[in-house]
């Protein structure tokens, strides 16, 4: 199973990270970084360690 995953290009406020996953599950951007920010504060969830991770692992931002 492959995912094709990108940062955003135009929809970014530190790298695009979130703004990919929003615009791959067709999500609003600021809804999608409200959870993410969220799921942050939860001592279950390792915020900017995910961010960092997913930041390495999603390719660059396609430019339409």
Do not use: Q
Request: proline share 5%.
């Amino acid at each position: 199973m492959k995912i094709n995953l990108h940062r955003s290009a135009h929809d970014c406020v530190i790298a695009g990270v979130i703004g990919g996953i929003a615009e791959h599950l067709e999500w609003n951007s600021n809804v999608t970084r409200i959870l993410f920010i969220i799921l942050a504060l939860t001592p279950f969830f390792p915020g900017i360690i995910a961010y960092l991770v997913l930041w390495l692992l999603m390719k660059d931002p396609v430019n339409d």
